[in-house]
Structures are given as C-alpha cells and as structure tokens.
C-alpha cells in the first residue's frame, strides 16, 4: 500500500523527516518497506525558467529556424536558436539553460548544451510542452501568462509536485490503517508515546448542506445482512472534465491514473478516508430508484472492463427499477458509469459484509482498490461523513448542487467491541510491567476508550472500526506496539526445554537424503501442488475423477493439485534445457493428492529426475551419458542409507515408463524407476532421454522405522578373493550365480561381484563370459588354502551342476 508523506502531513503538522517517519511507522507495525521521491514532473522543471522574447528575426542559413534575443533575468540576454512556428516577439515562455537535463513525455532525456545551429550560436532551449514532461502536444512552443515575472522557476508556475512514497506491507488485520487517516491516528499515538503532541486534522464537513430536492431517489435494501449500511445522496448540474493538476498529481503519486474530476474525487476520498465511493450517472437510474439484492444465478452482466459475466447467486448487486448497474462493493457496471456527457449523479457509500464482497471477488477474479478494503472491513461510522465529504470535494471540483437529502439506511448499528484487561495477563504476555498510567495514556491514543479502572485491570470500549481488536491479547498487543518492541529489556536468564524428537522424523529423515543426493551432483527443486488438468490425459493411470479441483483457482492452469510429481518435474527438466543446462540430476519432496470416492488423500513421495551425462564435461573427466542402470544405482543408495534391505526387484508396466523396474519388500511398493515414454517428453517438448524415480516415502518412512540396528566390530583378520571366469549360456543372468553362491557358502561368503562380460569371438554360439569374484573372511580366524579350495570347489560344482557353466 502507498502512502503520501504530503498527504499525511496534512492530518498531522510535523516537521519529522520521511526517514525518520519509515521508522517509526514500522515500530508501530506498519513495516515501510520501501520509501521512494515522487515528482510530478520528472527532473521538476530545475533549470527551467521564465523567458521573454525581446527580438525574433528569420534565421540567416534556414527557412524554417528563428533567431531569437531572451530574456530570463540576466545581464545579458540569450541568443536561442528556435523552430517553432508559433515563436514570436513579446511572448513569454519556458526557457532551459545550459546544463538543465529536460525529461520529456516521450523518449530518452538530453541534456541541454551550448552549440551551434546552422552557423548561429544558441545558449538554451525554447521548449514545447512535451519537451517539459508536461503532456503530448508538439505543436509549437509553451506560451504562457504575459503577467509572470522573468527569471520566475518554472516548477513555481505549474504545480510541480515534490513528494516521498512510503510502501507499506500492509498485514490483512490492519484494516484500519488502509487510509492515509488510518495511517495518521497510528502515526498520532506514536508521537504521544514519544511525548510529542500533534493534533489530528481531519476535513471539515460543516459546508455541506441541500441546495434543494429535484433529484429524490428511491432506496431499497433488501438484502440487509449482506449490506448493513447504504447512504446516498444525488448532485446535479455538474460539469465532468479532466481533475485540477493538484489531484492528478496526488492520485499519481500513489500510482493511479487519473479519469475525471468526478471518478477522481472518489479515489481522493478513498484513499484519504478508506471509504470506497461509487458515482451513477443519475440519467441512466431507470425509475430513479436504486435496489441492492442479490440476483438469480447465472445472470448475465457486463463490467466496466467490457466483460461479460455470470453471476452467482450470493453476489450482492446494486440494481435500478430494470436492470443491475453494479456489482457492489467490487466493480461497476458498463452502462451507469460517469462519462464526458453525465451532468448528474447518485454518489453512494456503504458498508458491505467483508465475507459476501471477499467471496465475490475471488469468484469473480477481480481486485479493486474497493474490494481491497471492503473484503477486510471498513469503518462502518465513517459512511456518512466521507460521502458528505466527497460530495463537497465534487462540487469544488465540478460544480453543481445537492438536490437530495442523504440516504442513510442503517437498522441495526454495529456495536463497538468491550473488552477487559488484566494488568497481569499484561505483564504476563509483555514480559514486562509497563506503568499503568502509560498504558492508559496509549489506549486512549488509539482511540479505545476507557471505560472503568480498578486496581485489577480496565474496562475498555474498541472502536467498531478497529476489527483486529476484539480480545485481551489483541489490546495487548496495541499496547506493545505504540509502546515499543525495542523498548522492552531482553531477560538475561534464558529459559528452554529439551524436546524429545524420535531420528524417524520425516524432516530428520529428508534431510539425510538431501544431504546423500546433493553430495552426488543433484539439486533439489520445489514445485507448485497446483496444477493443469491437462496432465491427467497424458496416462491412463491417472483418473480425471481423482483430481482434487480447487473453488477459486487463479487460472485454469493451476486448477487441480497433483496426483504425479513428475509432470511438475518435467516442466523443470523443460525450462532448464531451453536455457542450455541439459546435464540435470534433479529431486524433489512432495505430495500427490487424490480424491477416491468421497475421501481425499495425500501421499508423500521422493522424485529423482536425470538426464544428460553423470558430470559436467571436463579435461580430465570423459563424459559418460546417465543410463538405467546409473538410476538403479541412485536408487540402491538411498535404500541402503536409510538400512532398507532383504528387498527384491521385479518389472513392471506403466504408461509412463518405457523400461520400468520395482523394489519391493513383502507386499510393500517403496520405489518405481525407469525411462521415461518419448510420447510423455514430446508433451513438454523434450527430445533427451529422462530417467525418472518415484519413491513412495510414506512406506520407506514406516519400514526404516521397525530397523534394528545391529553393531558388529571390524574384523581382525583378512579377506581372501578368488575369481572365476565362467563360461554361460547367454539368458543366465548375474543374480542366478549369486544365488548359487550364497547357497553354497553362507557363513564364509561376504560378496559376489561382477568385473567384466564378454560377448564375441572366440566363443561359442549362445554362450558369453562372466569373470566373476568371491570374497572370503572368517572374522575368528585366518582362513587357509584347504578351507578356500573346498569352498571355491563346492561354488564350482554347483555352478557346473544347476547352469552348464565352465571354467575358461
């Protein structure tokens, strides 16, 4: 939210730099997360004065060029080389000397040098109006006022604005500080807490009265509940054209365009006040009456925006006798605005239930500075004074008269909030007794009236307007605030307890795999739960009926929340290789989410993505491009950190993967992997191989739990390793022969290992090569050749007998 320090200043008279008013607006809890200059007029006119043409001739070497003498209050006058046609002897006009920097409405800026134009000198610039920054024409020269003084600044004749810009973050609670006013009573009890006393200016509304009573219309609420508090009032003979320079320049300074004197009025009023105003054109009133209910679902109505929308059944509207004008509290309606031609007007202000105007808006995906702040709650007493005060500023503005007595439907007040304090619970909460008569003293800075003391605590009144104020902890917190964070001595005694936190954690858990994979070259990524629906046809095995679909989502692409990790990885995968890195080793933490009949169910999964090579390319590195079986290897880490084992393997169908394998252990699924389907990648217009696993974290999570951990002690004595190069037929595979193995010696045997396949000549036709190593330990003694050779025998035996093998 933007603030005005000009604006503010003219709620309070201080002379507190924007520096040091940041800061003390972020003690108050309105954190100034930027402060930025504003000037209407860029560069403000410095260097730009006022100039009067004492001679004007024909330039000597140029048709279409003036030689001119100006006179800007100096010894000597200006020699200014000038094309403007309309140039002449005896104007008045804006002159930028030598060295001004002119920011024009268009284009880059220059800066203004001595030179020569066509053989002439010229020491200055004669400029136009878009050469100022101050509009578009180009039609010749500024001619202004004969009256104004020589040598007078031009930033003193054009209402040159100077301003600082306070960015406010503005937390949603703090409905009461939308408004320049709203930010001033918070500015007022920090100035009292700081002993400095300044008095709270706000417009006076004393001038407002009804010229007469021409123009009645006839106001009906029937939805009270969803429109607590509807004023009204008409002005007619108005005349709309474009806002005095003063208003553009405060509505830009905040950053809004401005439209017209009359819409222009209402965004003043807005942000001074926090009240949001509409202005009907009274003519296009069928009936001169004015309706607020709720319409059928599904009827048809155009915004200001020239869109055509269908409404909801709880959307309040503002409606005349035939047709809905306005969508209330959120945007206006294409056919009752104020345009060029209006001469008459209904100007309404109202309170509106936050929830009906939230809920519309989100519906409707439309954000206005009005729904801004109705959707959070507005001050409902303030209703009638800013429409009084936004009618008097518009009849200031654009002329016209009252020709209405207010409209003010208001049944059933909103009361103000009592609440209780407890000077305990204070110092309690404060860590720290503040005197009660400061805490007084603030309250009633903020305007919570004091209602009783006792010796207790206080009786208190918060006004209806501060939403955010309706239990002790919340007065406390007030009283924090103004009183000073900073202020409150920090205890030299720490206070702790040790949790009791089981190392199954999942975060515990997570981040020992993170740390496993990231030491292996792969970057975690995080990635949007939300969605596109679109995904779900690319698989079979995901249902549309199982998409979990949002009420309110921003877009149609993020309208369902997943139910696979790896399309949001693909689209990572996607925009990293469009921008060159193609050499990737992704994974990523993540839920999946799935509506089954009338349940919906999370499940927590560990995705790892790769493609390109296993490294980057180096001179000292050959690149060796990621495959299945690097996969499988990643994969088996990770199990084997987390103590996972007695699993087995088996493959499986998906229409994801291409070559797909499981590990499983019992009935349990913990890891799908493999390459993903080419009709899969072209979706995301990826031509690489993309090697995909999906580990179901919620069963690892559960398994590593029942682990036992067993310690052993290193063995003293070595390990022994003998090979065998194994002639076999070509469809046995590894896994057979360590099965044989382990099977022949199960106490001895401490590893199996593959070193080396061949396939080719010299051998016979179906046949291949194993070379194959075995490992041997004793952890009690040192074994001899005897025990080795029997062993190697009985694995040599059982080799021949069950696979045909030979010794080569």
Avoid at 202 to 215: G, I, K, Y
Avoid at 425 to 437: M, Q, S, T, V
Avoid at 480 to 500: F, H, M, Q
Wanted: proline fraction near 4%; aromatic fraction near 8%; include cysteine.
């Amino acid at each position: 939210m933007n603030i005005s320090y000009n604006w503010i200043k003219q709620f309070l008279k201080t002379d507190w730099s924007p520096e040091e008013i940041s800061e003390l607006l972020t003690d108050l809890g309105l954190e100034v997360e930027g402060l930025k200059a504003y000037e209407s007029v860029k560069g403000g006119l410095e260097g730009v004065v006022v100039g009067a043409v004492i001679a004007c001739e024909k330039h000597p070497n140029a048709d279409k060029l003036k030689l001119t003498q100006v006179d800007i209050g100096q010894e000597q006058p200006l020699q200014i080389v000038c094309g403007a046609p309309n140039v002449a002897k005896g104007q008045k006009v804006p002159v930028a000397t030598i060295g001004t920097t002119l920011y024009p409405s268009e284009g880059e800026p220059w800066k203004i040098k001595k030179g020569k134009i066509r053989g002439e000198e010229s020491h200055g610039m004669i400029c136009a109006e878009d050469e100022l920054g101050l509009g578009s024409s180009h039609d010749g020269i500024l001619v202004l006022d004969p009256k104004i003084k020589v040598g007078t600044p031009a930033s003193a004749i054009f209402e040159i604005e100077n301003d600082w810009i306070f960015e406010i973050g503005l937390t949603p609670n703090r409905a009461d500080a939308m408004s320049h006013l709203g930010v001033a009573r918070d500015l007022k009890a920090g100035f009292i807490q700081r002993e400095i006393n300044l008095e709270l200016i706000t417009p006076s509304v004393s001038a407002f009265h009804v010229d007469n009573r021409m123009l009645k219309m006839d106001v009906h609420v029937k939805n009270r509940k969803l429109a607590p508090r509807y004023c009204g009032v008409t002005i007619s003979g108005l005349k709309v054209e474009e806002s005095p320079r003063w208003l553009q320049n405060r509505l830009s300074a905040l950053g809004l365009k401005p439209i017209n004197n009359v819409v222009d009025a209402t965004n003043f009023v807005l942000h001074e006040l926090g009240q949001p105003l509409h202005a009907f054109d009274a003519i296009k009133i069928s009936g001169n009456k004015i309706e607020v209910k709720t319409l059928e679902s599904g009827t048809k109505f155009t915004t200001l925006d020239g869109i055509e929308r269908e409404l909801h059944e709880d959307d309040l509207m503002i409606c005349d006798a035939k047709k809905p004008m306005c969508i209330a509290g959120v945007f206006g309606g294409i056919d009752s605005g104020v345009t060029e031609n209006t001469t008459s007007i209904f100007l309404e202000s109202a309170y509106f239930d936050p929830v009906s105007i939230r809920k519309t808006a989100k519906r409707h995906g439309l954000s206005t500075d009005a729904s801004f702040r109705f959707e959070r709650g507005i001050d409902p007493n303030i209703t009638e004074y800013a429409l009084k005060r936004a009618a008097l500023l518009i009849q200031d503005l654009a002329g016209g008269e009252i020709t209405s007595d207010i409209v003010d439907i208001y049944p059933d007040k909103i009361k103000d909030y009592e609440v209780r304090l407890s000077f305990d619970n204070a110092k309690k909460l404060i860590g720290e007794e503040i005197p009660r008569e400061i805490i007084k003293r603030i309250l009633t800075s903020l305007e919570i009236k004091v209602n009783n003391v006792t010796e207790a605590g206080l009786g208190l009144t918060v006004p209806a307007y501060r939403n955010d104020v309706q239990r002790e902890a919340d007065i406390i917190e007030e009283i924090l605030r103004v009183y000073g964070y900073n202020t409150i001595e920090t205890t030299k005694k720490l206070s702790a307890s040790i949790s009791n936190t089981s190392r199954f954690e999942d975060h515990i858990i997570q981040d020992t795999i993170g740390h496993l994979l990231a030491a292996r070259g792969f970057f975690e990524t995080l990635s949007n739960s939300l969605t596109t629906p679109e995904y779900v046809n690319l698989s079979d095995q995901l249902q549309t009926e199982h998409n979990v679909t949002m009420l309110n989502p921003l877009s149609n692409d993020l309208s369902v929340l997943r139910q696979s990790l790896l399309f949001s990885g693909l689209e990572a995968v996607s925009f990293n290789i469009n921008r060159k890195r193609q050499d990737l080793k992704l994974f990523e933490f993540g839920k999946t989410y799935h509506q089954i009949d009338d349940q919906r169910k999370e499940l927590k999964h560990l995705s790892i993505l790769i493609t390109g090579n296993t490294a980057n390319e180096s001179w000292h590195n050959t690149s060796v491009k990621s495959d299945f079986f690097y996969l499988k290897g990643i994969v088996i880490s990770v199990l084997e950190r987390l103590g996972i084992s007695n699993c087995s393997e088996a493959p499986f169908r998906s229409d994801l993967l291409s070559e797909g394998l499981c590990i499983v252990q019992g009935d349990t699924l913990l890891v799908e992997f493999g390459l993903v389907k080419k009709s899969i990648l072209k979706a995301f217009d990826i031509s690489l191989e993309v090697l995909y696993a999906d580990f179901n974290w919620d069963a690892v999570l559960e398994i590593i739990k029942r682990n036992k951990i067993i310690f052993e002690p290193i063995p003293k004595y070595p390990q022994v390793r003998r090979d065998f190069a194994l002639l076999i037929d070509h469809y046995v595979t590894f896994e057979d022969i360590l099965n044989i193995a382990r099977r022949s010696e199960r106490h001895l045997l401490r590893d199996v290992n593959l070193f080396d396949v061949y396939q080719g000549k010299n051998l016979p036709p179906g046949k291949k090569s194993y070379a194959v190593s075995f490992t041997l330990q004793d952890d009690n003694k040192t074994l001899t050749d005897k025990q080795i050779d029997k062993i190697m025998s009985k694995i040599q035996f059982n080799l021949e007998k069950e696979l045909g093998a030979q010794l080569r």
